[in-house]
């Protein structure tokens, strides 16, 4: 096997892990009563997808993985970590060339995270934010599944 193609495995294997383990992370943040070891697996789980993702992906696929991080943080009430996640999601989300849906769903992102936090200020501010990139998704499907996050904030 050339260098090229052991390089082209690794990746494959790179992608298909990190796709595997953001799956499996959101198995976790949609099953009830999740154990400590559960919630543990599932924070891991989050954080070593974002580390595949770093190796083969784009900003998009890392402001995605920082988004669904700071979910798993604010699922977990652990809220200083899910805003320096969501922050770098945004700041992922800022890059040229990303689908349109990610800068919104990054600022859905921030405002979960300042409202677990307690600031909400800054969540109302996130979250007027996302809803002004709303109206700029193309696609109906990913904008209702932005809107869907969004509408499930309290505030």
């Known amino acids: 096997m050339s260098l090229d193609s052991t390089a082209s495995a690794a990746s494959d294997d790179d992608r298909a892990t990190a796709i595997r383990l953001y799956n499996e992370t959101w198995k976790l943040l949609d099953q009830q009563n999740r154990t400590q070891r559960e919630d543990d697996r599932m924070m891991h789980m989050a954080h070593a997808s974002r580390f595949h993702w770093d190796t083969v992906g ?12 700071s979910r798993v943080y604010a699922a977990l009430g652990r809220a200083s970590s899910a ?4 922050e770098r999601a945004v700041e992922y989300a800022q890059s040229p060339g990303l689908d349109d849906w990610v800068v919104a769903s990054a600022y859905e992102g921030l405002a979960r995270a300042h409202a677990v936090a307690g600031d909400l200020p800054s969540a109302r501010r996130a979250r007027d934010r996302c809803r002004l990139l709303l109206d700029a998704i193309d696609d109906d499907e990913d904008r209702q599944v932005v809107a869907a996050d969004l509408d499930s904030l309290a505030l």
Do not use: F, K, M
Request: proline residues 0%; charged residues 20%.
């Open 58 to 69: 784009t900003d998009q696929q890392r402001a995605i993985g920082e988004w669904q991080i």
């Open 83 to 86: 805003v320096l996640h969501a």
